[in-house]
C-alpha cells in the first residue's frame, strides 16, 4: 500500500474523530465537579488562565443554575471561551494549578465545566454583552483568527465599528483550518465565529488578503490603506508558513507539511484526506501529535514521530504525548532528520542519532549528531518542525521584527503609529488563549489611542 | 466488643437506636424489615383519632449537591385504621419480643379518649407509650400535638389523664416550637411522665419554587408549614436536649434523644449530652433501614477505643461542660496556626479572616500559589479559618494563655480590668 484515501468505513471515520474530551451530559454531572470546587481566594487557577477567567466564580454560577452568569463571567475574560474549552492545553494552564493536585486528588475539570457553560450560551445564542452605542470610530482588524476577533468583540462592545479582513473563507484562523479535528468541528468553529460577531458592530471581509502584488485576479487590500480608511489597524495575521527541514528529498512525493494535511482533514471529508501506510511525523509539538495521531486515525498502518530531544525537553505536553501513545504512534527520541529517500515517491527517511550536550544560552541541553544514523521505511513523512512568520508580507509593510514576527512595544503598538498587533504574529506561536488575551490587550491599546479622553 | 445492649425505662433493646414515630413505623412490613435489619425498637407511627392526608406531604433542603439536609413533611399522625394498627403491633411483638415496640398516641382532647386508647393499646401488647405532645401542623388546630405541648398546663393534664391509666412506661415527646422547652418538660414530669424525648418537628418554610412562587411542599397551589428534621436540626435538638438534661428536676428522667441523627457519630453526640437513647426518622428514610448497620458497628469501635463497657458509661458525659457564658475562662486563648506542608493554597482562610474576622492572616503573593502566615499577635482565635480549611488539620489552634489563673467575666469587671483587645 502507499498514500491512499478511503480506508476506513464511515462509521471508523466517525468514531476516530468524535469528540475527545466529551462534555458532562446533565447538568447533575456538571453539579458534582462544580460542587467540588472550593471557591478558591486569588484563585491558582484563575493565575494560571492567561485571560484571567474568574473560575472559581463561572464555576460557583453552574451551582446556583445561573448558567447565563456563568457564561458571562467566561466570556467577559474570553469571548472564546467556548473554544478554548475544547482546546486549551488546561493540563499545563488552569487545572494544572488546581489545588486539588496538591492534595493528590483529580483536578477540578474547569474546561469541562467551561464548556457546559459556554456551550448552553452557544447553542442558545445567547448575546450576554450589549453594544454600546455607535461612537463613530472604524477599526480594521487583519486576520479573523482568535486574535482579531477577540480584539474585534471588546471594540464591538465599545462601540467602534470594526471590519476584519480575512484571506480565507471562513474564520476563527488556525482554530478552523489548524486545531485537531477531534478537539473542534468546523461546524463549531463557524458557530463561534457567529457567535461572536452576533454582538453587532463587527463585519467580517472574507478572501481579502492583505499584501502588495497580488496574483491576478485576488482582490487586494494594504496596510496604506487601511491607515487611510480606519482610525487603528489591528494586525492579527498569525503565522501561517511551515518550517522547511533544508534536508535532501524534502520535495519528493509524500512529503507532506503537517498543517496542509491537517487543513486537509478539516476542510474536506475525512475519506477523501490521503494518508501513507507508514507514516512519519518530525516534530513533537502539538502540530506534531495532532498530525500523527490523526494520520493514525485516518487509516495509517504505523505512525512514528520523532523528536531530536528527549521526553523531559519535548515541546508538547504529556497529555498530548500521551494521545499519540494511546493512539498506537511510535515515538523516536534523540532522532533528527537527515535526508529522504526515494524514487519520485518516499521510500526512506533517514535519521541521525543524538545526544544531548552542554546546556545552551536557555539552559536547555542541545542535541550533538553522534555521527550514527538508521533508517525507516516509510511511504509518507509529514514535517511539523514548526511555522514560520509571513516574513516577506511583514518587511513589505515595514513593520519592525524579529525574523518576521512583529515587534510590539509595551503598549501592543508597532513601529507605525495607529497599527496594532498581537497573536502569534507577535509570539512566534503559542496558543489560542494567548491570542485572546493579546487581543484583548490589542482593543485596550486601540481605544486609548483613538478615544483617550474616554480610556484614561 | 463493647456491650451496646440499653435498657430505657426497663424497656430493653439489643441497641439503643430506635426509629422515631413516622412512616418509617407505621405499619407492620416496615417494622418487620426495621427489626430484621438490625433495628433495637420503634415508636409506633401516631395513633389516634382518624386523619386523612394531603398530597404532596414531603420537601428538603439540598445543599452543597448533598441532597436532603434538612427534610420536612405536612403529614398527620397515622391515617390508617386503629384496629389494622393494633392487630399489626400485637404480631410484630410475638415475632420480635427482644425488641422495644412503643406505641406514639395523641388522642382527642379528652380524659376517656386517651384512656380508650391506651387501653387498646396495651392489649395489643404496646410495651410502652410516647405522648406526641409535638406535631407542629394539622392535629394543632384541632387542639392536639403541638398546642398540648406548647402550653404546660394543658399538657399537664393530658399526663395526668395518661397515667391514671397506663400500665406501662409513658415517654412524653416534647415540640421544639416554644422559647423554651423546659416548662413543658417540668410540667410533665411532675404530672408523672417516665421518660421524656425531643425533639419533634420545627415548624419550616424549606423553601419557594421560583417558577411557581408557592412554598414547598405543594398542594394545589397553596402550601403550609411544614415539620422540620433531619441533619440540619441536630444543633437545635442537641441545644434544648442540654437544657432539659441539666435541669434539676427533668434531668432525673431518662431521655430518648431525637432530631438530625444519621451516624453512630451523632448519636454518641446526644448520649453524651444526656440521652439514654436515641431515635431516627429523616436518615432511615432517606436511606433506609440498612443504615443501622454502621450505627452499630461505629458506636461498638468507638466505645472500645474510649473503653467504655457500657452505655451508662458515658451517657451524659458531657453535661456537666456546658457551661454559662459568664463562667468561660477569659485568660484561655488559642491561635491559629498553619501547617505549611499540609496547605494547598486556597486563600479560604485569608479572605474569611480578611473580611469578616480580624485581619490576622498575611498573603504573601505567589503565581500561582499564595503563601499564607498568621500573623500571632492579631489572631483572637475565633476558630473561622479552622472551620472553612478544606484540609483536615492543617490548621490548628495552639493553645497560648495570657495568664495562667482562671479569671470569668464576673471577676474581670469587679477587678476593672480593660475591654475591647481589638
Ligand atoms: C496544527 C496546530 C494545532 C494547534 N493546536 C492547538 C490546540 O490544540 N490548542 C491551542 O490552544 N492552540 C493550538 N494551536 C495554536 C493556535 O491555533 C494559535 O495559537 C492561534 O490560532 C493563534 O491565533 P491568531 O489569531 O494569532 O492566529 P491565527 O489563528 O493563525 O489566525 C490568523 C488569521 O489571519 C489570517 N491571515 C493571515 N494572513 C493574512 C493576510 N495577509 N490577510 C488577511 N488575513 C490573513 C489567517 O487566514 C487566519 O485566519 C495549534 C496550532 C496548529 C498549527
Ligand atoms: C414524615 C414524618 C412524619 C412524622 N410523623 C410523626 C408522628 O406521627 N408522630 C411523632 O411523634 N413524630 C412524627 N415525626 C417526627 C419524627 O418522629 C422525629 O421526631 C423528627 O423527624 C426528628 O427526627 P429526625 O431528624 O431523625 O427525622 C414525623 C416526621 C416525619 C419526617
Ligand atoms: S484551584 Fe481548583 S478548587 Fe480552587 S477555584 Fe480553581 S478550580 Fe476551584
Ligand atoms: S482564628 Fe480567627 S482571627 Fe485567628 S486567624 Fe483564624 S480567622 Fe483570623
Ligand atoms: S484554608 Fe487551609 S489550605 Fe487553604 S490556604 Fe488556608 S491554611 Fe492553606
Redesign the pocket.
Given at each position: 500500500m502507499a498514500i491512499q484515501n478511503n480506508r476506513l468505513t464511515a462509521e471508523q471515520y466517525e468514531q476516530n474523530f468524535s469528540d475527545i474530551h466529551p462534555p458532562f451530559e446533565t447538568h447533575n454531572a456538571a453539579l458534582v465537579e462544580a460542587n467540588r470546587c472550593l471557591f478558591c481566594y486569588d484563585a491558582p487557577c484563575t493565575k494560571s488562565c492567561p485571560t484571567s477567567i474568574n473560575i472559581p466564580k463561572f464555576i460557583k454560577q453552574i451551582t446556583t443554575e445561573n448558567i447565563k452568569g456563568s457564561a458571562h463571567t467566561i466570556f467577559q475574560s474570553n469571548i472564546m471561551g467556548a473554544g478554548?474549552s475544547k482546546?486549551?492545553?488546561v493540563e499545563k494552564l488552569c487545572e494544572g494549578s488546581c489545588v486539588y493536585n496538591l492534595m493528590d486528588e483529580p483536578a477540578i475539570p474547569i474546561a469541562k465545566l467551561q464548556r457546559y457553560s459556554t456551550e448552553k450560551a452557544l447553542a442558545n445564542n445567547w448575546q450576554l454583552f450589549e453594544r454600546k452605542k455607535s461612537t463613530g470610530k472604524k477599526v480594521a482588524i487583519?486576520?479573523?483568527?482568535?486574535?482579531?476577533l477577540s480584539c474585534a468583540h471588546v471594540l464591538a462592545r465599545e462601540g467602534v465599528d470594526v471590519t476584519i479582513?480575512?484571506?480565507?473563507s471562513k474564520?476563527?484562523?488556525?482554530?478552523t483550518?489548524?486545531?485537531?479535528a477531534y478537539?473542534v468541528t468546523p461546524q463549531f468553529c463557524e458557530d463561534e465565529v457567529n457567535y461572536i460577531v452576533g454582538i453587532g458592530g463587527i463585519e467580517i471581509k472574507y478572501n481579502?488578503?492583505?499584501?502588495k502584488d497580488l496574483p491576478a485576479g485576488r482582490q487586494g487590500i494594504t496596510l496604506a490603506k487601511l491607515q487611510k480608511n480606519y482610525d487603528s489597524v489591528y494586525l492579527?495575521?498569525?503565522?501561517?508558513l511551515a518550517r522547511q527541514l533544508a534536508i535532501p528529498g524534502e520535495d519528493l512525493e509524500g512529503v507532506e507539511d503537517?498543517?496542509k494535511f491537517?487543513y486537509e482533514i478539516r476542510n474536506t471529508k475525512y475519506e477523501k484526506v490521503n494518508v501513507g501506510d507508514k507514516v512519519a511525523v518530525i516534530g513533537m509539538g502539538?502540530?506534531a501529535i495532532?498530525?500523527a495521531t490523526q494520520a493514525k486515525r485516518l487509516g495509517a498502518n504505523e505512525v512514528t514521530m520523532v523528536y531530536r530531544r528527549t521526553e523531559n525537553e519535548k515541546p508538547c505536553t504529556d497529555v498530548e504525548l500521551d494521545i499519540a501513545k494511546l493512539d498506537g504512534c511510535n515515538i523516536i527520541w534523540l532522532a533528527a532528520p537527515k535526508e529522504i529517500k526515494g524514487h519520485g515517491k518516499v521510500e526512506q527517511l533517514v535519521c541521525s542519532k543524538m545526544q544531548l550536550g552542554e546546556p545552551d544560552a536557555s539552559g536547555r541541553r542541545s542535541p550533538v549528531d553522534t555521527g550514527e544514523t538508521f533508517t525507516l521505511n516509510v511511504d509518507m513523512v509529514i514535517k511539523a518542525a514548526g511555522?514560520i512568520p509571513?516574513e516577506a508580507?511583514i518587511k513589505d509593510c515595514a513593520l519592525n521584527n524579529n525574523h518576521g514576527k512583529l515587534i510590539i512595544d509595551a503598549n501592543q503598538s508597532t513601529n507605525i503609529k495607529g497599527v496594532f498587533a498581537?497573536?502569534?504574529?507577535v509570539n512566534g506561536?503559542?496558543?489560542?488563549?494567548?491570542?485572546v488575551q493579546?487581543g484583548k490587550d490589542g482593543a485596550k491599546a486601540i481605544l486609548n489611542y483613538i478615544m483617550p479622553q474616554m480610556h484614561e | 466488643m463493647a456491650n451496646i445492649s440499653s435498657n430505657f425505662l426497663g424497656i430493653k433493646s439489643p441497641n439503643p437506636f430506635w426509629l422515631a414515630s413516622a412512616p418509617p413505623t407505621d405499619k407492620k412490613i416496615n417494622v418487620i424489615r426495621a427489626y430484621e435489619a438490625g433495628w433495637g425498637g420503634v415508636v409506633w407511627k401516631t395513633l389516634g383519632s382518624q386523619v386523612k392526608n394531603v398530597s404532596s406531604r414531603y420537601s428538603a433542603v439540598d445543599y452543597g449537591g448533598q441532597r436532603v439536609m434538612g427534610f420536612n413533611n405536612i403529614e398527620l399522625i397515622s391515617d390508617r385504621p386503629l384496629d389494622i394498627n393494633l392487630k399489626e403491633i400485637t404480631e410484630v411483638v410475638k415475632l420480635f419480643p427482644d425488641r422495644a415496640t412503643i406505641v406514639s398516641l395523641m388522642a382527642d382532647n379528652n380524659r376517656e379518649s386517651w384512656h380508650e386508647l391506651i387501653k387498646k393499646c396495651e392489649d395489643a401488647g404496646a410495651m410502652g407509650f410516647e405522648l406526641n405532645f409535638g406535631c407542629p401542623h394539622g392535629m394543632t388546630e384541632r387542639g392536639m400535638g403541638a398546642a398540648v405541648g406548647q402550653d404546660p398546663e394543658i399538657a399537664c393534664m393530658v399526663v395526668e389523664w395518661v397515667m391514671e391509666k397506663a400500665t406501662i412506661p409513658v415517654i412524653t415527646k416534647l415540640t421544639p416550637n416554644v422559647h423554651s422547652v423546659v416548662p413543658t418538660g417540668r410540667s410533665v414530669v411532675k404530672a408523672g411522665t417516665h421518660g421524656l424525648s425531643l425533639i419533634n418537628t420545627i415548624q419550616s418554610i424549606t423553601g419557594v419554587d421560583l417558577d411557581t412562587f408557592v412554598p414547598n411542599p405543594y398542594v394545589a397551589g397553596k402550601s403550609v408549614f411544614g415539620g422540620y428534621c433531619g441533619p440540619a436540626v441536630k444543633p437545635i435538638a442537641l441545644k434544648m436536649l442540654t437544657t432539659i438534661a441539666q435541669d434539676e428536676l427533668t434531668g432525673k428522667v431518662p431521655i430518648s434523644g431525637i432530631g438530625g441523627i444519621s451516624t453512630w457519630k451523632d448519636a454518641v453526640e446526644f448520649m453524651l449530652l444526656g440521652a439514654g437513647n436515641v431515635q431516627v426518622c429523616t436518615a432511615a428514610m432517606k436511606h433506609g433501614f440498612r443504615i443501622i448497620e454502621d450505627m452499630c458497628e461505629g458506636l461498638n469501635n468507638w466505645m472500645d477505643e474510649k473503653g467504655f463497657k457500657t452505655l451508662n458509661d458515658f451517657i451524659g458525659k458531657s453535661v456537666p461542660t456546658v457551661t454559662h457564658w459568664e463562667d468561660l475562662d477569659i485568660n484561655y486563648h488559642h491561635i491559629a496556626k498553619i501547617n505549611q506542608d499540609k496547605c494547598i493554597h486556597c486563600g479560604l482562610c485569608y479572605i474569611t479572616c480578611e473580611d469578616t474576622s480580624h485581619q490576622s492572616i498575611n498573603l504573601t503573593y505567589g503565581k500561582p500559589y499564595n503563601t499564607y502566615t498568621i500573623k500571632e499577635e492579631e489572631c483572637v482565635g475565633c476558630n473561622l479559618c479552622k472551620l472553612v480549611c478544606p484540609v483536615d488539620n492543617c490548621i490548628t489552634m495552639e493553645e497560648q494563655r495570657v495568664a495562667p489563673e482562671y479569671i470569668n467575666w464576673k471577676m474581670w469587671q469587679e477587678q476593672g480590668l480593660p475591654l475591647n483587645d481589638h
Open positions: 478554548c482546546v486549551c492545553p487583519v486576520g479573523a483568527g482568535p486574535a482579531g479582513y480575512e484571506k480565507e474564520g476563527g484562523g488556525l482554530m483550518y489548524g486545531i485537531a478537539k481579502q488578503e492583505l499584501g492579527a495575521i498569525g503565522v501561517g503537517a498543517i491537517i502539538m502540530t495532532d498530525a511555522q509571513y508580507l498581537g497573536g502569534d504574529a506561536g503559542k496558543e489560542v488563549v494567548d491570542a493579546a | -
